[in-house]
């Protein structure tokens, strides 16, 4: 188990251009959540994966942003169009669900936005 | 929404105990998390307590809940310099169409624990 791993860990990008980022989860993990954590702040929920299928949105993911699962195991988030407010962290979290049991979400490192 | 509250810093002589405090608004939240994050990195679960408990610890670390008034603790005994970093305290809502388990995790802004030798 070599736990979540996340790709890349930082990436300086100009205002405008498009960025994408990967999550390998937990191999056994069903689940695949990403949070976008800013200076100062706690993580803030963007999306969530069950296997392949995308369950839950945030009001804060705008139609710039979209994240794929396409075989159930691991994740991509593109930002299209970047702006200097989506300089962040972005976390990707897995977790084993199963009905009556925690849940317990797992993080990775992030990757380190910055959009110049 | 949901707001969790946390204070922002804490400062204590390595050696004593740290007592780290959290409000929650979510009286259905069924699980409720303690996470560390050191500088730069990604977060760490410590721990986590489930509704129908009120206390339950782990080696130097013990949380308590108080669920009447939606308070939850973390302390750690001896806490050393490598205990430094932001404690995240979070909670898990209950989402029955979930199947009764947990969807996303709602944060307060951590409280940064600086342990001075």
């Known amino acids: 188990d070599t736990g979540v791993s996340q790709n890349p860990r930082h990436k300086i990008t100009k205002r405008g251009q498009n960025v994408t980022f990967r999550c390998d989860p937990i191999s056994e993990h069903n689940r695949l959540y990403w949070y976008r954590q800013t200076l100062g702040q706690g993580p803030e929920f963007l999306t969530y994966f069950q296997n392949e299928a995308q369950l839950e949105k945030s009001r804060l993911l705008s139609d710039r942003f979209s994240a794929e699962r396409p075989k159930g195991s691991f994740s991509t988030l593109e930002i299209q169009r970047t702006e200097q407010g989506d300089s962040a962290m972005y976390l990707c979290?897995?977790?084993?669900?199963?009905?009556?049991?925690?849940?317990?979400?797992?993080f990775g490192p992030g990757t380190r936005l910055t959009v110049l | 929404g949901e707001d969790v509250e946390q204070s922002l810093f804490l400062s204590v002589r390595e050696g004593d105990s740290s007592v780290i405090n959290c409000t929650y608004t979510d009286s259905s939240s069924t699980y409720l998390y303690w996470y560390k994050q050191e500088p730069g990195a990604g977060l760490q679960l410590l721990t986590y307590?489930?509704?129908?408990?009120d206390m339950k610890q782990d080696q130097r670390l013990t949380v308590l809940l108080n669920k009447k008034d939606k308070h939850l603790s973390l302390r750690i005994a001896d806490t050393q310099t490598g205990d430094s970093a932001i404690y995240f305290c979070?909670?898990?809502?209950?989402?029955?169409?979930?199947?009764?388990?947990?969807?996303?995790?709602?944060f307060g802004k951590g409280t940064k624990l600086s342990v001075k030798p």
């Open positions: 307590i489930f509704s129908n408990m």
């Open positions: 979290a897995s977790s084993l669900s199963s009905s009556g049991s925690t849940d317990t979400q797992y």
């Open positions: 979070a909670e898990a809502p209950d989402t029955v169409n979930y199947g009764g388990s947990q969807g996303n995790l709602i």
